[in-house]
């Protein structure tokens, strides 16, 4: 069955005592795995800190513990090797889901009987937790018309 990935975003303040503490480049690399993530890291030398933001996306909630506490480890790590006071805290999290099997198989008689293909991936962008069933347009001309005309499915 297809996944759904989950999310799991921080924000973190990392302060020296001087600006000559600050290392140079970025603080945090992609954790190994099965996971995608965006990071986003500010710099004050005035302040001699350091803000980074950042959301991992996995599809269970294994990989997304690991790469969380993977990117928890490194920025721990780089606190103490540079001296650094270290602030962090989770701001959002949506576990990974799995799509309802039965609304995927609907979707996708009622997309074959419209003359539309099918195919089943995992979803990395998160989706509501209300729906059912996620579908990616991937460039099929008549699909969204498919959608709002038909009486068992809607758009999201």
Not at 99 to 112: H, I, K, N, Q
Request: charged letters at 25%; aromatic letters at 6%; glycine letters at 10%.
């Amino acid at each position: 069955m297809p996944r759904v990935a989950g999310t799991a975003g921080f924000r973190a303040t990392l302060v020296w005592r001087t600006s000559e503490g600050v290392p140079k480049g970025p603080t945090l690399r992609e954790p190994p795995g099965p996971v995608r993530c965006s990071f986003a890291e500010a710099d004050d030398l005035e302040a001699a800190t350091r803000r980074l933001a950042g959301e991992i996306r996995a599809l269970t909630q294994a990989d997304l513990g690991a790469a969380f506490g993977e990117v928890l480890r490194e920025l721990t790590r780089v606190a103490a090797l540079t001296e650094a006071t270290l602030e962090v805290g989770a701001v959002r999290s949506m576990p990974p889901r799995v799509a309802s099997p039965r609304a995927l198989e609907t979707l996708a008689r009622d997309l074959r009987e419209a003359g539309l293909s099918v195919r089943f991936e995992a979803w990395w962008t998160p989706a509501a937790q209300r729906a059912d069933a996620y579908l990616g347009v991937g460039g099929l001309d008549g699909l969204h018309d498919f959608l709002r005309s038909h009486p068992s499915w809607g758009l999201a």
